[in-house]
């Protein structure tokens, strides 16, 4: 069974700081996914990494995936409090399980103003 | 442009009662559909997914059942619900394998 620890659990900072979320298994995926979640909502992706080593930037958030694919981090720069939910991972496996995503249980994000 | 809707957005059934969510998916042909549930705000489970009319993959031994009747339907239903049942359940729906998952706004569901 294909596990994804995301660490923290809960993070709670202040606007304009930097923070890093991470993503971590034992076991190599095909690719990752990041989502965010708003309270009441479907997640929403954000991106997804598929080559070991790729770096990919959305304005102020940077996502990594590990050389070895298996694992990320993402990089907020200057959070806002727009930037409050709830981030999810998601890796896919490969061949014929590449339609299951196994998802972490998210870092809990609160931009303070 | 491609949209989900899943209702009802909150549900509140006693335990024991029946359920029926139901979750349409609009502007794509075929897609592969999912259902998920999500525990106090956290991780996402897989309960089933589909490739297609009437081709269902469960996940987890349950007290659930999904039924995909048309291409662009897909139904999580129960017979008897239970305690444990209550929840917020996500369907959701991608193009190929793997590929981001769109998901709908979820349904809250309170068994008392």
């Known amino acids: 069974t294909q596990l994804l620890e995301q660490s923290p659990q809960f993070l709670s900072i202040q606007e304009g700081e930097n923070l890093t979320v991470y993503c971590n298994s034992s076991?190599?995926?095909?690719?990752l996914q990041w989502y965010r979640q708003e309270p009441g909502e479907g997640p929403v992706l954000l991106v997804t990494?598929?080559?070991?080593?790729e770096v990919k930037k959305l304005k102020r958030l940077t996502f990594q995936f590990g050389d070895a694919r298996k694992d990320s981090s993402l990089h907020i720069t200057a959070a806002q409090t727009g930037d409050t939910g709830l981030y999810l991972c998601a890796g896919a496996g490969s061949g014929g399980s590449n339609y299951k995503l196994t998802f972490g249980k998210g870092t809990l994000l609160t931009v303070n103003p | 442009s491609q949209t989900i809707h899943q209702w009802p957005a909150t549900l509140v059934q006693p335990v024991g009662s029946p359920l029926s969510l139901e979750c349409t998916v609009e502007g794509t042909s075929n897609p592969n559909l999912y259902w998920y549930r999500q525990a106090a705000g956290r991780g996402l489970q897989l309960l089933f997914y589909?490739?297609?009319?009437?081709?269902i993959s469960s996940e987890v031994p349950q007290n659930l059942s999904a039924s995909r009747p048309q291409d662009r339907q897909f139904i999580l239903s129960s017979k008897k619900l239970l305690l444990s049942d209550s929840g917020f359940y996500l369907c959701?729906?991608?193009?190929?394998?793997?590929?981001?998952?769109?998901f709908g706004n979820g349904t809250r569901l309170t068994v008392t």
């Open positions: 589909s490739i297609g009319i009437d081709q």
């Open positions: 076991s190599v995926f095909s690719s």
């Open positions: 959701a729906w991608s193009v190929y394998n793997p590929s981001p998952l769109h």
């Open positions: 990494v598929v080559t070991g080593g």
